[in-house]
């Protein structure tokens, strides 16, 4: 890398530093305006806007513009159109008008809905989101968008994820009102999302169909060497990873893109980027465009980036930690604990509104990180467990017991009688860290460890604002006749004691893999979801329509049908997992085999017609042929199961089944390929070994 950071910082952005420079300064406080308080933007100031926007563009080699949005696919969508417009002496101008930066209307038809409209009536449009900054990628302007149906229903995750900011803010503003913060006039969930991902060569990406198809490895056998040494974490960068690395942030930086922390992971070929925090809408966005990024970077240096959470059996598999918190736009960091006894009041009170709400809502933060590639990795040695629980750490927990039981809380230095004008001061790294937690506390933010590498984040920090806005919401609805009296603080401080005594059963600063906590886990009542299909039924539960309706988020339309989506998309991915298995077997590994029992057995007919014994040879050939009946028997029975499966109408049974049936019959096909491969030469497998894939780069 060559480029000064500072100069190439950003430099594809239509960021707020391009608009002062670009805009005259009352086009420039309208939209601000717009962007700060959500006014209206009027069509002269969006003409004005999107000309400015289109000259900039242009300047950048754009030829095209976009709508930049975020369907229930899993993935971005984008249309380009030119801006190219016709004269009437036939010749072709660059021109964008207001209407076209505002709004678009693609084609919604073939877009998931769960039954939210017809493919006869299938028109949708995306609307600018001028909270988030436009950019040039590729020759084209992409303008970030939301995507409603023609009836105004979400048809993506931006939509809700803005409409969730937009309720924790509102509810955190009166909240902080109580604590003196009067001047507050809005507050921001903040999310910072380490990327977890595999690089792999892409010739030996090229020979696996289960790759290409899947984003997974169907068959595989372990190789001598996993992860056992932990050799790979933190080590030092290969040639063409970092080579890959720096490429991957300078193309990040021109986006805008904090990208600030690269190493090498746990499991062979595995890595992480993380960056610098930001709002959650900006952050959800960021996320998605740099999962493209990397793909793209990774293709101009020979590799593939694997995205998926469980690309191989037998190590880790990727995670996207969720590092979410809430700032004021006076600059306080909501989750900071304070240095004076009302700013630790205040901090101890949205903590239990937190510790209230992931045990009242544990359902939604576990389906919030679900998939069918996520349930291959939660509960493994890499991931948390698909119970959900908080790690506080212990001085934050002791802070907490004191306060239940009337106690004094000590320090070393200091004693502090919880008497709420004493609350103390935390140092921000006061207590060790939980990587078994999926929901830990660590310093100033939790950390969402549950989160699949390939999800969009906008679900889960849809969620957890969510959550949090309604059990502030709560909070203030009890202390805000309280406020400015002598007795509030004691108030607050039996509020606390309530909720820590009612959900205190959430807090765990143990081992999650063990397995005393599962047992401990029932006995204290929690919830353990251990796949998407166990607890995706939940997201239309009553108390979760209630919150979700009451804030605006969803309607019940669209719960149920993202419900829908999800156990389709399972069932899918399941279906085109199986059906990728029974070609590969039927097409490559079952032929191999064969073929090499084949030639084994005309040497072993040869060998006896001159008199040698062949004892080796026929036993490897006893063993590989009874092999491959039993792999020729699964095939069968997969095949039929499937069929079966794909013939079910009822959405969630359909799930259920291929949970039950179609997954164990796979898994049962596996075991003998990977027992085969272990069996027979590697000249003769015709599928790249993990040998060969993680160590090959």
């Not at 904090?258 to 959650?280: D, G, I, L, R, Y």
């Amino acid at each position: 890398m060559n480029a000064n950071i500072p100069d190439i910082f950003a430099c594809n952005v239509f960021n707020d530093e391009v608009m002062k420079t670009r805009l005259p300064k009352n086009i420039y406080k309208t939209l601000r305006k717009t962007i700060d308080g959500g006014e209206p933007l009027d069509m002269t100031t969006a003409d004005f806007v999107a000309n400015t926007i289109k000259e900039w563009a242009v300047e950048k080699g754009a030829t095209h513009y976009t709508h930049w949005f975020q369907p229930m696919t899993g993935s971005t969508a984008e249309k380009h159109d030119s801006f190219i417009a016709p004269t009437a002496n036939g010749m072709a101008i660059m021109e964008f008008s207001g209407k076209s930066l505002v709004k678009g209307e693609p084609d919604a038809s073939s877009f998931p809905s769960g039954g939210l409209r017809r493919t006869s009536s299938a028109r949708g449009y995306t609307a600018w989101d001028p909270t988030s900054y436009c950019f040039v990628k590729e020759g084209s302007l992409y303008i970030p968008t939301v995507f409603v149906s023609y009836t105004g229903e979400a048809l993506d995750k931006k939509t809700p994820l803005l409409r969730s900011m937009e309720a924790l803010s509102r509810t955190s503003v009166r909240f902080l009102k109580l604590f003196g913060n009067e001047n507050v006039t809005r507050v921001t969930s903040t999310v910072g999302a380490e990327q977890e991902y595999f690089l792999i060569d892409k010739k030996m990406y090229d020979r696996r169909e289960d790759l290409i198809l899947t984003g997974r490895t169907l068959f595989g056998a372990n190789p001598p060497k996993g992860q056992e040494l932990d050799d790979q974490y933190f080590a030092n960068l290969k040639p063409r990873i970092a080579a890959f690395m720096s490429d991957l942030d300078e193309e990040l930086w021109k986006l805008g893109i904090f990208s600030k922390t690269k190493h090498n992971e746990v499991a062979p070929a595995q890595h992480e980027m993380a960056p610098v925090f930001t709002t959650s809408n900006l952050g959800a966005d960021q996320n998605e465009l740099a999962m493209e990024v990397m793909e793209k970077v990774a293709l101009r240096h020979g590799l593939v980036c694997l995205l998926h959470e469980k690309p191989f059996e037998g190590v880790n598999g990727s995670g996207k930690h969720n590092n979410w918190s809430m700032s004021t736009d006076d600059g306080q960091n909501l989750l900071d604990p304070g240095d004076t006894p009302m700013e630790n009041l205040q901090f101890l009170t949205i903590l239990c509104a937190l510790i209230k709400g992931v045990d009242e809502y544990a359902d939604l933060m576990r389906l919030s990180a679900a998939s069918a590639g996520n349930d291959h990795r939660l509960g493994a040695d890499e991931a948390p467990p698909a119970i959900i629980s908080m790690f506080l750490g212990e001085e934050l927990d002791a802070v907490l017991k004191a306060i239940e039981e009337d106690t004094v809380y000590k320090t070393q230095n200091e004693t502090f009688v919880i008497g709420v004008n004493a609350l103390p001061s935390f140092p921000k790294d006061s207590t060790d860290r939980n990587r078994t937690s999926p929901f830990a506390f660590t310093g100033n933010r939790f950390e969402f460890r549950m989160v699949g590498s390939s999800d969009n984040i906008a679900c889960p920090n849809v969620l957890l604002n969510t959550i949090v806005a309604e059990e502030l919401s709560q909070f203030t609805e009890i202390l805000e006749p309280l406020k400015g009296s002598d007795n509030f603080e004691s108030e607050v401080k039996k509020l606390l004691k309530s909720v820590l005594k009612d959900h205190r059963r959430i807090i765990f600063n143990g081992d999650g893999y063990s397995p005393e906590w599962v047992k401990e886990a029932e006995r204290r009542g929690l919830p353990n979801y251990a796949s998407t299909v166990d607890c995706m039924p939940h997201y239309t539960d009553e108390k979760n329509l209630r919150i979700l309706r009451k804030f605006g988020i969803y309607n019940q339309s669209e719960l149920t049908a993202r419900k829908e989506i999800h156990l389709e998309k399972y069932s899918k991915t399941i279906s085109i997992e199986a059906r990728t298995m029974i070609e590969m077997a039927r097409k490559q590994l079952l032929p191999a085999v064969l073929e090499y029992v084949e030639k084994l057995c005309r040497s072993i007919a040869v060998k006896k017609q001159v008199g040698v014994t062949s004892a080796t040879e026929e036993k490897i050939a006893a063993k590989l042929g009874a092999l491959s009946d039993r792999f020729y028997e699964s095939i069968e029975r997969l095949e039929d199961l499937v069929n079966k499966a794909v013939n079910i109408k009822n959405v969630l049974e359909q799930a259920r089944f291929f949970r039950r049936n179609v997954l164990a019959e796979m898994d049962i096909m596996r075991s003998i390929a990977d027992e085969t491969e272990l069996n027979i030469p590697s000249a003769q497998w015709p599928i790249p070994s993990y040998s060969e894939i993680i160590y090959n780069v």
